[in-house]
C-alpha cells in the first residue's frame, strides 16, 4: 500500500530532509519511525529537501508499507514514535503512482523577517532579524519580477543533480503584522538555497546595495553579486500541491 | 539618575523573573549586565513577577544608575551584556518616584492554545496543546463573568505576600487565527498562577467538566475544584500601564 503524509517540523536541531548516515535528519526520523511500524526498513520520499535549520508546515512524504492502515491510525502510530519537533498532520493511502517528490506540482514557502531594531525574542528561532527600514513598495516591486519563467543561476549554487537552472515562479505576495513580514514564494519548484538567496537579494536591492534592477541581476547569472543567503531559521515550506 | 527599561523575554531556559540565588532568573541577567555598566550592584525592580517559563514582551523593570546615560546608549549597552533570550525594547529616564512595581496601573497577559488534533511543532514552545473542540460563546460568556471585581481565592494559591485575594479584571477577550487561540486578561494585578488558573477553568467550564457557572465558581473560594492549571509556556506578559 502507498501512503502520503503531510507533516510538520521545527528544523532548529535537524540537519535539514536528507538522510546523512546517523546524523539527525527528518528522514532519519521518520525512516525509523515507521520501520518500527512495518518492522522492516522503510524507504520514505520527501517532496521537498530542505535544509539544515529550515522549517516545515505542510511537507508531504510518501512511502510503501505492507499492511492496511486507516489514515488517523497510522497518524498516531507515527506521532508516538516521532519527538515532538515534528508532528504528522495527516495520513492516507494513495495511488501506487503516487510519489511525493515527483508528483508535486507547486510549492509555497514562506520566508520571516524582523524588521526592527531589536530582535522579539520569542520570533527568534522563526524569523530572520533585519533592522534596516524596508521600502515596501520597492520590495513588492522587485518581488514581481522574480514571478515567470527565468533562469535563477545568480541565486542558487552548482548542483550536480540539476540539468538546468530555469524555474518557473507563480506567486510573490507578502504580509506584515507589526514588525514582522511574511514573504512568500510559490513555484513549481526551488533550486538549492533559491528562496534564501532570492530573500537576501531583495533586501540588498531594497537598500540600494546592489546597483542593478532585479531583472538585470537575473539576466547577470553572478551568483557573486549576491553575499550569502538569509539564515535557514526564518524558512518554512508551508504547502504542496498535486 | 532612575530609568524605566520595557523588556522582551523567552522564559524557556529561566526560573522565572525574581532572583533565586544563582539559578537562572531575569532579574538576575538583567541585575548582572547592570553591574558591569555600574561597576557595583544594581538592585533591579520588575512589574510583575513572572514565573519560571513564562514570558513577555512588555515587562518593565525599573532601577537607579549613578551615571546620566542616553536611553539608546543604555538600551544597546544592556542588549550586549545581556543572553538573546532576554532582549531591552526600550530605556528612558524617569521620575524618582517611578517604581516598576508599585507605579504599575494594569498588566495585559495573552495566553495561548492551540486547538487542533495535533500540535503544530513551531508553536509548541509559546502555545498549550488543547486537543478538545471549544464553544466560542461559552468561552467569550464565562471569560466575561471573570471581569470586575471579585475575591480570586478560587484561583490562587496560599500566598503569605498577599492580604487579600480581591483584584479586579477590566477586559477579558480572545483572538483565532485558524487553530491558535489567544486569551487576553487585563487588570490591575494578578495573583500568583491566577492567569493560568483562570485558562484552565475556562476550558474544564466549555468542556462541562466543573458542573456548575462562573460566577458560582468564583464565589466558591474552592481551590480544589479546578485541576492544575495551564502550562506555563502559553503564558506571556504583554503589557503594564502606569
Redesign the interface.
Known amino acids: 500500500m502507498n501512503y502520503k503524509i503531510t507533516i510538520?517540523?521545527?528544523g532548529t536541531n535537524y540537519r535539514g530532509w536528507q538522510m546523512q548516515g546517523e546524523h539527525p535528519t527528518i528522514q532519519l526520523a521518520i525512516s525509523q519511525a515507521l520501520a518500527k511500524l512495518e518492522g522492516a526498513p522503510v524507504t520514505v520520499h520527501g517532496a521537498g529537501r530542505t535544509d539544515s535549520g529550515v522549517?516545515a508546515?505542510g511537507q508531504v512524504a510518501s512511502f510503501h508499507l505492507s499492511k492496511d492502515w486507516d489514515g488517523k491510525a497510522l497518524?498516531k502510530a507515527l506521532?508516538g514514535n516521532l519527538p515532538?519537533?515534528?508532528?504528522?498532520?495527516s495520513a492516507e493511502q494513495v495511488d501506487d503512482e503516487f510519489h511525493a517528490r515527483f508528483s508535486a506540482k507547486r510549492k509555497t514557502y514562506r520566508y520571516q523577517i524582523y524588521n526592527a531594531e531589536?530582535?522579539?525574542?520569542?520570533l527568534?528561532?522563526?524569523a530572520w532579524h533585519f533592522a534596516y527600514a524596508l521600502n515596501p513598495e520597492k520590495l513588492t516591486h522587485d518581488g514581481q519580477a522574480l514571478c515567470g519563467t527565468h533562469d535563477f543561476t545568480t541565486f542558487t549554487v552548482a548542483d550536480c543533480e540539476t540539468n538546468t537552472n530555469v524555474r518557473t515562479i507563480t506567486d510573490f505576495f507578502w504580509k506584515q503584522s507589526n514588525s514582522l513580514l511574511q514573504l512568500y514564494f510559490r513555484g513549481e519548484g526551488f533550486l538549492r538555497y533559491q528562496v534564501r538567496t532570492m530573500v537576501i537579494a531583495l533586501l540588498e536591492l531594497n537598500r540600494g546595495r546592489i546597483a542593478m534592477t532585479m531583472p538585470e541581476l537575473i539576466r547577470s547569472q553572478k551568483r557573486e553579486l549576491i553575499r550569502g543567503s538569509a539564515p535557514a531559521k526564518g524558512l518554512?515550506l508551508l504547502a504542496v500541491e498535486y
Chains 1, 2 share one sequence.
Request: proline residues 5%; glycine residues 0%; neutral net charge.
Open positions: 510538520a517540523y521545527d522549517h508546515e497518524r506521532n515532538s519537533d515534528i508532528r504528522v498532520y531589536v530582535m522579539n525574542p520569542l527568534a528561532r522563526y518554512t
